[in-house]
Protein backbone atom coordinates (compact mmCIF):
# COMPACT_ATOMS: atom_id res chain seq x y z
CA UNK A 1 0.00 0.00 0.00
CA UNK A 2 1.23 3.22 -1.07
CA UNK A 3 -0.31 6.70 -2.53
CA UNK A 4 2.60 7.49 -4.48
CA UNK A 5 1.45 6.60 -7.77
CA UNK A 6 5.29 6.60 -9.64
CA UNK A 7 6.06 4.05 -6.39
CA UNK A 8 3.02 1.33 -6.65
CA UNK A 9 3.91 1.74 -11.19
CA UNK A 10 7.25 0.75 -10.12
CA UNK A 11 7.19 -2.07 -7.54
CA UNK A 12 4.34 -3.52 -10.10
CA UNK A 13 7.00 -3.48 -12.98
CA UNK A 14 9.92 -5.03 -10.49
CA UNK A 15 8.38 -7.44 -9.00
CA UNK A 16 6.29 -8.63 -11.66
CA UNK A 17 9.88 -9.18 -13.64
CA UNK A 18 10.11 -11.61 -10.89
CA UNK A 19 6.70 -13.54 -11.64
CA UNK A 20 4.85 -11.96 -8.62
CA UNK A 21 1.49 -10.46 -9.07
CA UNK A 22 1.08 -7.29 -7.24
CA UNK A 23 -1.63 -5.69 -5.77
CA UNK A 24 -1.99 -1.84 -5.06
CA UNK A 25 -3.76 0.00 -3.39
CA UNK A 26 -3.55 3.68 -1.66
CA UNK A 27 -6.91 3.03 0.64
CA UNK A 28 -6.36 1.49 3.86
CA UNK A 29 -10.08 0.37 3.85
CA UNK A 30 -9.92 -1.53 0.83
CA UNK A 31 -6.06 -3.05 1.93
CA UNK A 32 -7.43 -4.09 5.28
CA UNK A 33 -10.81 -6.25 2.49
CA UNK A 34 -8.23 -7.72 0.53
CA UNK A 35 -5.94 -8.82 3.56
CA UNK A 36 -9.31 -10.58 4.97
CA UNK A 37 -10.37 -11.87 1.53
CA UNK A 38 -7.32 -12.95 0.10
CA UNK A 39 -4.01 -14.26 1.05
CA UNK A 40 -0.71 -12.40 0.13
CA UNK A 41 2.84 -14.26 0.86
CA UNK A 42 3.94 -10.90 1.41
CA UNK A 43 2.53 -7.15 1.86
CA UNK A 44 4.27 -3.52 1.48
CA UNK A 45 2.85 -0.96 4.04
CA UNK A 46 3.96 2.67 3.22
CA UNK A 47 4.73 4.03 7.29
CA UNK A 48 2.44 7.28 6.03
CA UNK A 49 -0.19 6.29 3.81
CA UNK A 50 -2.50 7.11 3.88
CA UNK A 51 -2.07 9.62 6.45
CA UNK A 52 1.44 10.48 8.84
CA UNK A 53 1.77 6.77 10.83
CA UNK A 54 -1.24 5.13 9.34
CA UNK A 55 0.72 2.40 7.68
CA UNK A 56 1.60 1.64 11.82
CA UNK A 57 -2.51 0.84 12.13
CA UNK A 58 -2.28 -1.33 8.92
CA UNK A 59 0.39 -3.59 10.41
CA UNK A 60 -1.34 -4.26 13.48
CA UNK A 61 -4.54 -5.18 11.25
CA UNK A 62 -2.51 -7.52 9.08
CA UNK A 63 -0.47 -9.22 12.29
CA UNK A 64 -4.04 -9.90 14.21
CA UNK A 65 -5.82 -11.01 10.95
CA UNK A 66 -3.41 -12.43 8.09
CA UNK A 67 -0.84 -14.14 10.38
CA UNK A 68 0.85 -15.75 7.57
CA UNK A 69 1.59 -12.66 5.42
CA UNK A 70 5.33 -11.29 5.51
CA UNK A 71 5.02 -7.11 6.11
CA UNK A 72 7.72 -5.32 5.23
CA UNK A 73 7.40 -1.41 5.86
CA UNK A 74 8.57 1.02 3.50
CA UNK A 75 9.50 4.84 4.92
CA UNK A 76 11.09 8.44 3.52
CA UNK A 77 12.07 8.90 7.27
CA UNK A 78 15.48 7.29 8.74
CA UNK A 79 14.61 7.90 12.11
CA UNK A 80 15.53 5.15 14.51
CA UNK A 81 12.62 4.80 16.45
CA UNK A 82 10.80 4.26 13.12
CA UNK A 83 12.81 1.20 12.34
CA UNK A 84 12.39 0.08 15.97
CA UNK A 85 8.65 0.60 16.25
CA UNK A 86 8.03 -1.35 12.75
CA UNK A 87 10.36 -4.42 14.08
CA UNK A 88 8.19 -4.77 17.74
CA UNK A 89 4.92 -4.29 15.15
CA UNK A 90 5.78 -7.31 13.80
CA UNK A 91 7.62 -5.92 10.78
CA UNK A 92 10.10 -8.57 8.81
CA UNK A 93 12.01 -5.49 7.75
CA UNK A 94 11.74 -1.55 7.47
CA UNK A 95 13.26 -0.29 4.47
CA UNK A 96 13.88 3.36 3.31
CA UNK A 97 12.43 4.58 0.02
CA UNK A 98 15.49 5.62 -1.82
CA UNK A 99 17.56 4.60 -5.18
CA UNK A 100 20.12 2.66 -3.29
CA UNK A 101 17.51 0.61 -1.90
CA UNK A 102 15.73 -0.74 -4.70
CA UNK A 103 17.43 -3.93 -5.23
CA UNK A 104 17.70 -4.90 -1.50
CA UNK A 105 13.38 -4.46 -1.43
CA UNK A 106 13.51 -6.42 -4.67
CA UNK A 107 15.14 -8.88 -2.76
CA UNK A 108 13.77 -9.42 0.48
CA UNK A 109 10.16 -9.19 -1.28
CA UNK A 110 11.32 -12.05 -3.77
CA UNK A 111 12.93 -14.28 -0.70
CA UNK A 112 9.93 -13.81 1.71
CA UNK A 113 7.76 -15.18 -0.87
CA UNK A 114 9.82 -18.29 -1.49
CA UNK A 115 10.58 -18.50 1.69
CA UNK A 116 6.45 -18.97 2.05
CA UNK A 117 6.12 -21.03 -1.00
CA UNK A 118 8.58 -23.37 0.42
CA UNK A 119 7.30 -23.83 3.47
CA UNK A 120 3.74 -24.63 2.81
CA UNK A 121 5.37 -26.70 0.28
CA UNK A 122 7.25 -28.43 2.76
CA UNK A 123 4.02 -28.61 4.78
CA UNK A 124 1.90 -30.20 2.09
CA UNK A 125 4.50 -32.76 1.24
CA UNK A 126 4.59 -33.42 5.39
CA UNK A 127 0.97 -34.14 5.61
CA UNK A 128 1.67 -36.53 1.98
CA UNK A 129 3.97 -38.35 3.37
CA UNK A 130 2.06 -38.68 6.52
CA UNK A 131 -0.91 -40.25 4.67
CA UNK A 132 1.73 -42.62 2.40
CA UNK A 133 3.07 -44.20 5.51
CA UNK A 134 -0.13 -44.69 6.76
CA UNK A 135 -1.87 -46.32 3.71
CA UNK A 136 1.57 -47.90 3.63
CA UNK A 137 0.88 -49.58 7.34
CA UNK A 138 -2.30 -50.57 6.03
CA UNK A 139 -1.06 -52.76 3.28
CA UNK A 140 1.40 -54.39 5.54
CA UNK A 141 -1.51 -55.17 8.28
CA UNK A 142 -3.15 -56.70 5.32
CA UNK A 143 -0.95 -58.88 3.62
CA UNK A 144 0.10 -60.19 7.22
CA UNK A 145 -3.29 -60.95 7.86
CA UNK A 146 -3.42 -62.82 4.28
CA UNK A 147 -0.38 -64.83 5.11
CA UNK A 148 -1.71 -65.77 8.43
CA UNK A 149 -5.02 -66.80 7.02
CA UNK A 150 -3.26 -69.18 4.50
CA UNK A 151 -0.80 -70.64 6.86
CA UNK A 152 -4.25 -71.41 9.04
CA UNK A 153 -5.55 -73.08 5.94
CA UNK A 154 -2.35 -74.88 5.26
CA UNK A 155 -1.74 -76.24 8.63
CA UNK A 156 -5.20 -76.82 9.70
CA UNK A 157 -5.63 -74.21 12.43
CA UNK A 158 -8.82 -72.62 10.54
CA UNK A 159 -10.83 -75.65 10.14
CA UNK A 160 -10.16 -76.06 14.27
CA UNK A 161 -11.60 -72.83 14.89
CA UNK A 162 -14.75 -73.32 13.18
CA UNK A 163 -18.19 -73.25 15.82
CA UNK A 164 -17.22 -77.01 16.58
CA UNK A 165 -13.85 -76.64 17.09
CA UNK A 166 -13.78 -73.30 19.28
CA UNK A 167 -16.12 -73.05 22.41
CA UNK A 168 -17.37 -70.00 24.04
CA UNK A 169 -18.20 -69.77 27.41
CA UNK A 170 -21.71 -68.73 28.72
CA UNK A 171 -21.91 -67.80 32.25
CA UNK A 172 -25.37 -67.44 33.20
CA UNK A 173 -26.63 -65.76 36.25
CA UNK A 174 -30.20 -66.57 37.02
CA UNK A 175 -31.90 -67.49 40.74
CA UNK A 176 -34.18 -69.99 39.06
CA UNK A 177 -32.41 -73.29 38.93
CA UNK A 178 -34.33 -74.73 36.06
CA UNK A 179 -32.88 -72.19 33.85
CA UNK A 180 -29.63 -73.47 32.98
CA UNK A 181 -31.08 -77.23 31.78
CA UNK A 182 -33.31 -74.73 29.55
CA UNK A 183 -30.40 -73.33 27.90
CA UNK A 184 -28.30 -76.54 27.30
CA UNK A 185 -30.29 -77.89 24.19
CA UNK A 186 -30.07 -74.91 22.49
CA UNK A 187 -26.40 -74.35 23.49
CA UNK A 188 -24.77 -77.87 22.69
CA UNK A 189 -21.65 -78.76 23.40
CA UNK A 190 -20.96 -80.43 20.23
CA UNK A 191 -21.93 -76.59 18.60
CA UNK A 192 -18.66 -75.48 20.74
CA UNK A 193 -20.54 -74.00 23.70
CA UNK A 194 -20.46 -74.59 27.48
CA UNK A 195 -22.80 -73.27 30.14
CA UNK A 196 -21.78 -72.14 33.76
CA UNK A 197 -24.49 -71.35 36.12
CA UNK A 198 -24.64 -68.98 39.10
CA UNK A 199 -27.52 -68.57 40.95
CA UNK A 200 -26.88 -64.86 43.00
CA UNK A 201 -24.65 -62.04 41.59
CA UNK A 202 -21.96 -62.71 43.69
CA UNK A 203 -21.37 -66.17 42.97
CA UNK A 204 -21.58 -65.04 38.95
CA UNK A 205 -18.98 -62.23 40.14
CA UNK A 206 -16.06 -64.93 41.41
CA UNK A 207 -17.11 -67.32 38.30
CA UNK A 208 -16.72 -64.50 35.55
CA UNK A 209 -13.00 -63.64 37.83
CA UNK A 210 -12.59 -67.78 37.82
CA UNK A 211 -13.33 -68.55 34.16
CA UNK A 212 -13.25 -65.66 32.33
CA UNK A 213 -16.20 -66.46 30.18
CA UNK A 214 -16.54 -65.05 26.91
CA UNK A 215 -20.50 -64.12 27.50
CA UNK A 216 -22.33 -63.57 30.36
CA UNK A 217 -25.85 -63.28 31.04
CA UNK A 218 -27.42 -61.56 33.81
CA UNK A 219 -30.80 -61.99 34.59
CA UNK A 220 -33.11 -58.80 35.88
CA UNK A 221 -33.77 -58.47 38.68
CA UNK A 222 -31.77 -60.88 41.13
CA UNK A 223 -32.31 -62.07 44.83
CA UNK A 224 -28.96 -60.03 45.90
CA UNK A 225 -27.49 -57.52 43.87
CA UNK A 226 -28.98 -55.34 40.79
CA UNK A 227 -27.66 -56.62 37.04
CA UNK A 228 -26.35 -53.53 36.29
CA UNK A 229 -23.96 -53.80 39.06
CA UNK A 230 -23.40 -56.90 38.37
CA UNK A 231 -22.49 -56.71 34.65
CA UNK A 232 -20.19 -53.14 35.48
CA UNK A 233 -17.74 -55.20 38.45
CA UNK A 234 -17.88 -58.18 35.78
CA UNK A 235 -16.20 -55.87 33.40
CA UNK A 236 -13.53 -55.04 35.95
CA UNK A 237 -13.05 -58.54 36.46
CA UNK A 238 -12.91 -59.64 32.88
CA UNK A 239 -12.86 -56.75 30.68
CA UNK A 240 -13.62 -58.94 27.66
CA UNK A 241 -16.56 -60.49 28.53
CA UNK A 242 -19.70 -59.45 26.73
CA UNK A 243 -22.33 -58.62 29.03
CA UNK A 244 -26.15 -59.19 28.35
CA UNK A 245 -28.95 -58.13 30.78
CA UNK A 246 -32.36 -60.16 30.33
CA UNK A 247 -35.84 -59.50 32.03
CA UNK A 248 -38.34 -62.85 31.12
CA UNK A 249 -41.79 -61.85 30.14
CA UNK A 250 -44.55 -62.01 33.19
CA UNK A 251 -47.72 -61.22 33.82
CA UNK A 252 -47.33 -57.86 34.32
CA UNK A 253 -44.84 -56.79 31.73
CA UNK A 254 -43.21 -57.77 29.06
CA UNK A 255 -39.35 -58.82 29.06
CA UNK A 256 -36.48 -57.82 27.17
CA UNK A 257 -32.71 -58.41 26.19
CA UNK A 258 -30.46 -55.80 26.56
CA UNK A 259 -26.43 -55.94 25.57
CA UNK A 260 -24.78 -54.13 27.99
CA UNK A 261 -21.50 -52.60 26.13
CA UNK A 262 -20.14 -48.92 26.42
CA UNK A 263 -21.85 -46.05 27.42
CA UNK A 264 -25.01 -47.00 25.57
CA UNK A 265 -26.99 -50.17 26.04
CA UNK A 266 -28.13 -51.87 23.06
CA UNK A 267 -31.50 -53.67 23.27
CA UNK A 268 -31.30 -56.79 21.55
CA UNK A 269 -35.02 -58.27 22.23
CA UNK A 270 -38.20 -56.49 23.39
CA UNK A 271 -39.80 -59.55 24.43
CA UNK A 272 -38.08 -62.54 26.09
CA UNK A 273 -39.81 -65.60 27.18
CA UNK A 274 -37.25 -68.22 26.63
CA UNK A 275 -33.26 -68.97 25.34
CA UNK A 276 -34.59 -70.39 22.32
CA UNK A 277 -34.71 -66.65 20.91
CA UNK A 278 -31.34 -65.98 22.46
CA UNK A 279 -29.73 -68.54 20.03
CA UNK A 280 -29.17 -65.90 16.73
CA UNK A 281 -28.43 -63.58 19.07
CA UNK A 282 -25.93 -65.14 21.29
CA UNK A 283 -24.41 -66.67 17.29
CA UNK A 284 -24.17 -63.18 16.18
CA UNK A 285 -22.26 -62.11 19.21
CA UNK A 286 -19.73 -65.17 19.51
CA UNK A 287 -18.88 -64.68 15.85
CA UNK A 288 -18.20 -61.06 16.79
CA UNK A 289 -15.77 -62.67 19.83
CA UNK A 290 -14.13 -64.74 17.27
CA UNK A 291 -13.35 -61.93 14.54
CA UNK A 292 -12.30 -59.54 17.45
CA UNK A 293 -10.13 -62.54 18.67
CA UNK A 294 -8.73 -63.14 15.16
CA UNK A 295 -7.48 -59.75 14.50
CA UNK A 296 -5.96 -59.56 17.75
CA UNK A 297 -3.75 -62.42 17.08
CA UNK A 298 -3.28 -60.90 13.62
CA UNK A 299 -1.72 -57.75 15.65
CA UNK A 300 -0.10 -59.72 17.53
CA UNK A 301 2.03 -61.44 15.22
CA UNK A 302 2.41 -58.50 12.77
CA UNK A 303 3.91 -56.88 16.25
CA UNK A 304 6.64 -59.57 17.02
CA UNK A 305 7.58 -60.15 13.23
CA UNK A 306 7.94 -56.75 12.78
CA UNK A 307 8.79 -54.75 16.28
CA UNK A 308 11.97 -52.76 14.95
CA UNK A 309 10.22 -51.48 11.98
CA UNK A 310 7.06 -50.42 14.29
CA UNK A 311 9.27 -48.54 17.05
CA UNK A 312 11.04 -46.42 14.11
CA UNK A 313 7.76 -46.26 11.61
CA UNK A 314 6.01 -44.64 15.25
CA UNK A 315 9.12 -42.51 16.01
CA UNK A 316 9.09 -41.27 12.19
CA UNK A 317 5.54 -40.68 12.26
CA UNK A 318 4.99 -39.07 15.52
CA UNK A 319 7.60 -36.36 14.35
CA UNK A 320 6.04 -35.53 11.35
CA UNK A 321 3.06 -35.07 13.25
CA UNK A 322 4.54 -32.81 15.52
CA UNK A 323 6.10 -30.84 12.75
CA UNK A 324 2.68 -30.23 11.06
CA UNK A 325 0.83 -29.90 14.42
CA UNK A 326 2.98 -26.60 14.98
CA UNK A 327 2.52 -25.25 11.58
CA UNK A 328 -1.18 -25.29 11.87
CA UNK A 329 -0.93 -23.72 14.91
CA UNK A 330 1.58 -20.82 13.22
CA UNK A 331 -1.10 -20.53 10.61
CA UNK A 332 -4.08 -19.83 12.80
CA UNK A 333 -2.34 -18.21 15.59
Known amino acids: MDKDERVARGLDTLL ?5 VVTATADAIRAQDLLLNKFFAVALFDLDTPSPG ?5 LRFARERSPLTT ?15 GFRGGAADVIVKEPDSVQYLK ?11 ATS ?14 EFLRRMRDMSHQNLDLEDRLTGRAAASGPAGETCTILLVDDDPNVAKDF ?24 AAEMRPQIVLVKDPLPDLPARMVTA ?20 ASG ?78
Open 16 to 20: GRQGL
Open 54 to 58: AGMEL
Open 71 to 85: VLMMTTRKAFDIGVA
Open 107 to 117: DRVVAMANELR
Open 121 to 134: DRNTLLEEVLELHE
Open 184 to 207: EPHFPESRGWKILWAVTGGEGLDL
Open 233 to 252: NVKKASPDSVNIVYSPDSAV
Open 256 to 333: EVTLVEGSRPMQLLASYSGPEQLVASLTEVREGIRQKLKERRYLQVFRQKHLEFLHRYNNVRQRIQAVVARAKKTSGS
